[in-house]
């Protein structure tokens, strides 16, 4: 039957960097790990070049003279996303047959993505990190309608190519399987993942509650709104550091609460030295804005790492007994008093645990090992069909 392990090639296509850095932030923690681990998996962004995507060391074979387009014009994006697609297509032509399972992140009503799929004699998945077409009518106006209208049709049609499903959690998995219901797609749940070693920031926890609240901007579905209403009927002392590009409104009401601490945009050994003194972290706290109960927002994963334990609105892709995440109102009384429970656990003790569980390597070597089974699987059908 020839060889026992697949190779794997796992490519994200982003056309434009300012679909944000959680994207680039993962596809490094998965190279790492499949490096650390020897397995025959590359992980490939294909986006237009920039001093982002160069110091990421994620390898791009983009061509060079493909830059980003002015982020302004729309017809610079669209001109670019059009150059970026075609690219993509003449290279993956050319590399695909090295490998025996091709996984692309699926790019919304794309046309050529059905086309590219079908003519491959390989297996080959799709990576899904949302449930696109609730997403895309959320959109403001006629374009949401419009996208959305188009990802009902192209987007089935590309689903139903593929020989596996991958999803974030386990809630876009159902979304995805009944699209093309009642076709039996395999489907497994591939989280984002963390750091694959503790680093625990230094314990600097005093008798006044701090939390941390962490967003590259706080969209609607981050609940922000929410928790300034509720801390503004809260007469107890507190500290809420707030990192990140917040609304106008937002900002305004911040501003005008003592116990509050914007700090703006903050890079990683910034938001380590912010986290010392907090006793937890906050995640999005109003998810069902998305439509969305189940989510694993990387800015859980980084929290647990620096040893905090965390709280959010939604259900998190981790274990039913995991001890350091728990789900909550938005409500600053009722956060506040969930940090007091874990106000005695050690910073390591919270980081030790929670890296055993979310680490990349181990989120990793969990899909590599089921999708070479599913592999081995189709190998032995062919040849006996």
Same mark, same amino acid.
């Given at each position: 039957m020839g060889r026992d392990l697949p190779r794997v090639l796992h490519v994200s296509l982003v056309p434009g960097i300012h679909q944000g850095v959680g994207i680039l932030h993962q596809l490094r923690l998965e190279r790492e790990a499949a490096l650390s681990l020897n397995l025959s998996w590359d992980t490939v962004l294909f986006a237009p070049q920039s001093p982002i995507i160069d110091a990421l060391d994620v390898p791009n074979p983009a061509p060079r003279d493909l830059t980003a387009a002015d982020?302004? *014009?729309?017809?610079?994006?669209?001109?670019?996303?059009? @150059?970026?697609k075609r690219s993509f297509s003449s290279w993956l032509k050319a590399v695909e047959e090295k490998y025996d399972i091709l996984l692309l992140r699926y790019s919304v009503h794309d046309r050529r993505l059905a086309k590219l799929m079908s003519a491959r004699q390989g297996m080959v #998945?799709?990576?899904?990190? *949302?449930? &696109? !077409? +609730? &997403?895309?009518? #959320?959109?403001? #106006?006629?374009?949401g309608r419009a996208r959305g209208a188009a990802e009902t049709v192209v987007g089935r049609r590309t689903v139903r190519e593929a020989d596996v499903l991958l999803a974030v959690t386990s809630e876009i998995a159902e979304y995805e399987l009944a699209r093309v219901s009642p076709l039996p797609i395999p489907t497994l749940i591939y989280p984002n993942g963390g750091t694959n070693t503790p680093n625990p920031v230094i314990d600097r926890r005093g008798e006044v509650p701090e939390l941390l609240f962490v967003a590259s901007r706080f969209s609607p579905w981050q609940g922000l709104d929410l928790l300034l209403e509720s801390l503004g009927k809260y007469d107890q002392s507190i500290v809420l550091h707030l990192v990140g590009t917040m609304s106008e409104s937002d900002a305004r009401r911040a501003e005008s609460d003592s116990r509050i601490v914007v700090h703006g945009v903050a890079d990683q050994e910034a938001i @380590?030295? !912010?986290? &010392? +003194?907090c006793w937890a972290g906050i995640s999005s706290l109003a998810t069902e804005r998305q439509g969305l109960r189940v989510a694993c927002p990387l800015k859980v994963r980084e929290y647990f790492s620096m040893g905090l334990p965390a709280v959010g609105s939604h259900l998190e892709e981790l274990p039913p007994d995991f001890p350091f995440y728990a789900r909550t109102t938005p409500d600053i009384g009722s956060i506040v008093e969930k940090a007091r429970e874990w106000r005695s656990i050690s910073r390591t003790e919270i980081a030790s645990y929670a890296t055993s569980v979310v680490s990349k390597k181990r989120i990793l070597q969990q899909t590599y090992n089921e999708l070479t089974d599913l592999w081995l699987d189709r190998q032995r059908s062919e040849s006996h069909g």
């Open positions: 982020e302004t *014009s729309l017809t610079s994006r669209a001109r670019t996303n059009l @150059r970026v #998945g799709l990576v899904h990190h *949302s449930c &696109e !077409i +609730p &997403e895309l009518l #959320g959109l403001d #106006g006629l374009v @380590r030295r !912010i986290a &010392e +003194p």
